[in-house]
């Protein structure tokens, strides 16, 4: 109990389980947080564009649209449609009920009329880029956090398929052996010959760069580790004492599969789902970088460095260090963890 105790409490595993937390909070409540409101934070404001990380000035946001019809719910979960013009400037002075004096980021000075029943406070607020600005003067705090949100989606959706499909697969060919298990051990071996990434192309280029093919295509790389594992360990415990007595009772086999010996070998199997994890988000991170993943103006983490490590040759280093840290981050967060995972496990037999 006391070695159990110790490996939790390692400085590592700590980090790793606050970081992750943090990340998915971020990633959950991503526009309560964020100040760029607009669906994947993708509000231009060219005059601003490429500042520093801290750089605060006033914003003057008016809607092109009347009404907006978007329900809260998607605005509060995905944002807003992007139906307003976003202008940036140093500062602001109301004349009267109908006119202000704007001071734009140039220093020049220009009137701005008010519409009626408009507020000032509405339509100019001050916002701090705490991550500075690209290019095309986007936010770029606002848009790691979404960067984070579609790591996660990748990670959680693509394990969640190769999970379901090896381990039914893995189980199949362990228990009953046999033909089932030469035709799925000829796929897991087929398939296991071609490097991931090429596979990953493969599906990608043949179905489309949508965002649920990159899902797809990333689960379906992954459940052959997960297969070849649960086979394994099948092969091991059916051989034990109590599933021949539940056999020799007259079970049936699904209840023996899912109720006796799926339990039995969940441990190992919840280390390698952490593992797939950190190998998911750098897959995607990969192909969005190489102009295969994720399109924008929908953000990623890897098409972000890929839009902004230019700039790092130019002396902006943290266009580039801000994304490739999230991604190196989140990538070591689940590996500390899965090696606590297996720590623990390995504590439990002994």
């Not at 693509?158 to 090896?166: E, F």
């Not at 969005?288 to 839009?307: A, I």
């Not at 490590?309 to 943290?318: F, I, M, R, W």
Request: glycine share 8%; aromatic share 12%; charged share 15%.
């Amino acid at each position: 109990m006391s070695k159990l105790k110790n490996i939790l409490l390692k400085p590592s595993f700590f980090f790793s389980i606050c970081w992750l937390s943090l990340n998915i909070f971020l990633a959950l409540f991503a526009f309560y947080i964020i100040p760029d409101k607009t669906e994947n934070a993708n509000a231009h404001i060219p005059e601003i564009a490429l500042k520093d990380p801290g750089f605060s000035c006033y914003i003057v946001s008016r809607s092109l649209m009347n009404e907006n019809t978007e329900s809260i719910l998607k605005t509060k979960f995905f944002g807003k449609r992007s139906n307003e013009t976003h202008t940036a400037i140093k500062s602001y002075k109301k004349l009267n009920d109908s006119l202000i004096s704007i001071i734009n980021i140039t220093g020049s000075e220009s009137f701005y009329p008010l519409k009626k029943k408009e507020k000032i406070e509405e339509i100019i607020k001050q916002r701090t880029f705490f991550f500075g600005t690209d290019k095309y003067g986007r936010d770029l705090f606002s848009r790691i956090i979404l960067g984070l949100r579609i790591s996660f989606f990748v990670g959680l959706i693509s394990v969640s398929i190769s999970i379901i499909l090896g381990i039914l697969l893995g189980l199949i060919a362990g228990y009953f052996g046999g033909i089932p298990d030469k035709v799925i051990m000829f796929l897991i071996n087929s398939l296991w010959s071609i490097p991931t990434v090429l596979l990953v192309f493969a599906i990608v280029i043949g179905f489309g760069r949508s965002i649920a093919v990159i899902f797809i295509a990333v689960g379906l790389t992954m459940w052959i580790e997960v297969a070849r594992l649960v086979r394994g360990m099948v092969l091991q415990t059916k051989a034990k004492t109590y599933i021949t007595a539940a056999e020799s009772l007259g079970l049936q086999k699904r209840l023996i599969l899912f109720k006796h010996i799926l339990p039995n070998i969940i441990g190992p199997v919840t280390v390698l789902i952490a593992a797939n994890f950190a190998i998911a988000i750098l897959i995607e991170a990969g192909l969005s970088y190489l102009g295969f993943g994720v399109q924008p103006p929908t953000p990623s983490l890897g098409n972000l460095l890929n839009e902004n490590y230019g700039y790092a040759l130019s002396g902006k280093l943290y266009m580039a260090i801000i994304p490739a840290l999230s991604i190196m981050l989140l990538v070591l967060s689940f590996n500390l963890i899965g090696n606590t995972l297996s720590n623990i496990f390995e504590a439990k037999e002994n």
